[in-house]
T-cell receptor
């Protein structure tokens, strides 16, 4: 049973370009979460999605960032007009449901470097 | 609102010594508490979690943690450290109706000396 799959694992973008990070949840999981880990910091919650729905986006920056989880295909975190401060590791996680205290399973992460 | 504080960003122990990583939380609702481990350039792996019931929780790799409501703590322990335990450890909290939305502490880097 494959785990949470993220790609690309490493991405380099120039300032002003767009970054797209993809996440395929574990089989049978319909809930996806995105977290960001800045250097020397813990993980910060960004967004929580179900298929075709954004459940909680309280951690998303107000501009340039968006996320989707379509009916078919992976979840995508999109960062427009990247800046150096966007350089970070972005982790996707998934769970089979939104049950209280649910365990969420993390992918290996996507490391974004903005030059 | 919820928050997590991990005391000590770096902890160093000798191989075979007790491991104690501290975590205190703040939550306005009954908390669900987690410990995750992260090895370099990898994702997070669940060590253990507390939801309800027994306050002493046993996890993988010989780790355990005890939920103490009166102290708002969920410290992680292991009786005897192994070299392979060297990693970053994160404590996290979630609450009712939050699904998998976790609030993480800053992390504690554990070093194990031979």
């Amino acid at each position: 049973n494959a785990g949470v799959m993220q790609n690309p694992r490493h991405l380099v973008r120039r300032r002003g370009q767009e970054a797209r990070l993809r996440c395929s949840p574990m089989k049978g999981h319909s809930h996806v979460y995105w977290y960001r880990q800045l250097p020397e910091e813990g993980l910060k919650f960004m967004v929580y999605l179900q298929k075709e729905n954004i459940i909680d986006e309280s951690g998303m920056p107000k501009e340039r960032f968006s996320a989707e989880f379509p009916k078919e295909g992976p979840s995508i975190l999109r960062i427009q007009q990247v800046v150096r401060g966007d350089s970070a590791a972005y982790f996707c996680a998934s769970s089979p449901s939104g049950t209280n205290g649910n365990t969420i399973y993390f992918g290996e992460g996507s490391w974004l470097t903005v030059v | 609102a919820q928050s997590v504080t991990q005391l000590g960003s770096h902890v160093s122990v000798s191989e075979g010594a007790l491991v104690l990583l501290r975590c205190n939380y703040s939550s306005s609702v009954p908390p669900y508490l987690f410990w995750y481990v992260q090895y370099p350039n990898q994702g997070l792996q669940l060590l253990l979690k507390y939801t309800t019931g027994a306050t002493l929780v046993k996890g993988i790799n010989g780790f355990e943690a005890e939920f103490k409501k009166s102290e708002t703590s969920f410290h992680l322990t292991k009786p005897s450290a192994h070299m392979s335990d060297a990693a970053e450890y994160f404590c996290a909290v979630s609450g009712y109706n939050q699904g998998g939305k976790l609030i993480f502490g800053q992390g504690t880097e554990l070093s194990v000396k031979p």
